[in-house]
C-alpha cells in the first residue's frame, strides 16, 4: 500500500471515522507502529524527554529533529509522517522559518511538519500561512504548547477560566485562524472538554486531542506512555503494554546465561569447535 496523504485523511474525517496518531521517535519502534495501522506518525519534540534523555523538549536541535525524522520515514511504509518543529527552529524570522520547515519535507521526507502556537499567535500564523502557500503541509497546535512552559509555568489545563489558562474564545479564534492559514489539522493539547468540543465545532479540518477529551476528531499519544517504556503514568493517557518490566526480564536473563556460560553455544559460534 502506498503512504496515507492528506485527502485520504479528509477522507476518514468526512466520514466520521476518528483519527489515530503516534509519536516515534526511531526506525524500530516507528515500523511497528505502521504496521499496527495507525494514520499519522508524530515524530515529536518530545523526543527530548522521551527518547533522547533530555529534562524536556527545549533543548532539542533542527538536527536532532531531521535524523529522528528520517529515521522513521526510513522505517515505515503506510503513516502519514509529521515532524514537530523544535524551539526556536521558527519564529525568529520568516525566511528561516519557512526554511527550517522544508528541510524536513527535502532532507527527512516527512509529509507535513506541525508548529505550536500561542493565543493569537500572529508570528507563527504568518508561517503557516507561507508554508502552506510554498506547499509545506502545516498541523496546528493550540492548548498546553510545551515550547512555552517557562512562559507559561506548568502544564496546566487550558481552556479554562483562570489565570493560569488561555480562555476558550482565545482557543477557538487562534484554531480558525491556522485554518484559515492552511493548516490541514491542529492538536489540541490539555484543552478542558467543552472548549476542545467547542474549537472543534468552530473549524473544518480535523482536531486531534491529547488530554483533551472525547470530542474532538482523533487521538494522539506519546508512544512511550502507551507502551509503558520509561514513562510515568499520566491521566491524559493510557498504558497498553508494560515494556519496561519485558526489556528488564530479557535482560536479566541474558546477564545469567553469560555469567552461567549458557549462552554462547555452538549454535551462536561460527565454525563451532568439535567438543570429544
Not at 489545563?157 to 476558550?168: A, I, L, N, Y
Request: proline share 5%; net charge negative; aromatic share 6%.
Amino acid at each position: 500500500m502506498s503512504r496515507t496523504t492528506i485527502p485520504d485523511l479528509s477522507e476518514k474525517y468526512a466520514g466520521g471515522t476518528p483519527l489515530s496518531m503516534l509519536t516515534a521517535y526511531d526506525a524500530p519502534i516507528a515500523r511497528q507502529v505502521d504496521r499496527a495501522g495507525v494514520d499519522m506518525i508524530l515524530v515529536g519534540d518530545s523526543a527530548g524527554d522521551n527518547h533522547l534523555g533530555y529534562d524536556d523538549t527545549l533543548p532539542v536541535t533542527m538536527e536532532e529533529a531531521l535524523s529522528n525524522t528520517g529515521a522513521v520515514v526510513r522505517g515505515t511504509r503506510e503513516a502519514f509522517i509529521v515532524a514537530d518543529m523544535p524551539f526556536l527552529s521558527y519564529g525568529t524570522s520568516l525566511s528561516e522559518s519557512v526554511e527550517n520547515a522544508g528541510r524536513f519535507l527535502k532532507e527527512a521526507d516527512a509529509d507535513a511538519v506541525k508548529l505550536e502556537t500561542a493565543p493569537y499567535g500572529e508570528a507563527t500564523i504568518e508561517i503557516v500561512d507561507r508554508c502552506t502557500e510554498l506547499g509545506i503541509p502545516v498541523q496546528g497546535h493550540v492548548g498546553l504548547t510545551p515550547q512555552r512552559e517557562n512562559q507559561i509555568g506548568g502544564a496546566y489545563v487550558q481552556g479554562r477560566d483562570t489565570d493560569t489558562s488561555t480562555t476558550g474564545e482565545a482557543l477557538v479564534e487562534t484554531a480558525q485562524r491556522l485554518e484559515e492559514a492552511g493548516a490541514f489539522s491542529v492538536v489540541l493539547e490539555t484543552v478542558s472538554e467543552p472548549v476542545a468540543r467547542r474549537v472543534t465545532e468552530a473549524v473544518d479540518v480535523p482536531t486531534i486531542g491529547i488530554g483533551s477529551g472525547r470530542y474532538v476528531d482523533g487521538q494522539v499519544l506519546v508512544v512511550s506512555d502507551v507502551l509503558g517504556l520509561g514513562a510515568e503514568p499520566y491521566s491524559l493517557s493510557k498504558q497498553y503494554a508494560d515494556l519496561d518490566s519485558a526489556i528488564r526480564s530479557a535482560v536479566e536473563q541474558y546477564v545469567a546465561e553469560v555469567e552461567s556460560g549458557e549462552f554462547p553455544t555452538a549454535e551462536n559460534a561460527f565454525d563451532p569447535i568439535e567438543e570429544g
